[in-house]
């Protein structure tokens, strides 16, 4: 379980790793890949629930 101190913990690593001006920018960009990830989910559950099994006619 995360406390309050450890989210700023991280939160102070993370402002330290990107700096102040490139956040916006980073989480922006997280926020594109995940919605990105989800997309993709969505689509590949669209796709199998469009497979037909093929014919056996011989």
């Given amino acids: 379980m995360?406390?309050?101190t450890h989210l700023l913990l991280?939160?102070?690593a993370v402002v330290i790793f990107?700096?102040?001006g490139k956040l916006p920018s980073a989480m922006g960009?997280?926020?594109r890949g995940i919605?990105?990830?989800k997309n993709?989910?969505?689509?590949d559950s669209d796709d199998k629930?469009?497979?037909t099994p093929?014919?056996?006619k011989k």
Wanted: hydrophobic share 45%; glycine share 12%; net charge negative.
């Fill in 18 to 20: 990107f700096g102040l």
């Fill in 2 to 4: 995360l406390s309050v």
């Fill in 49 to 51: 629930d469009k497979i």
């Fill in 10 to 12: 991280i939160l102070v």
């Fill in 54 to 56: 093929p014919d056996d």
């Fill in 40 to 43: 993709g989910m969505r689509d």
């Fill in 35 to 37: 919605r990105s990830f």
């Fill in 29 to 31: 960009d997280i926020g």
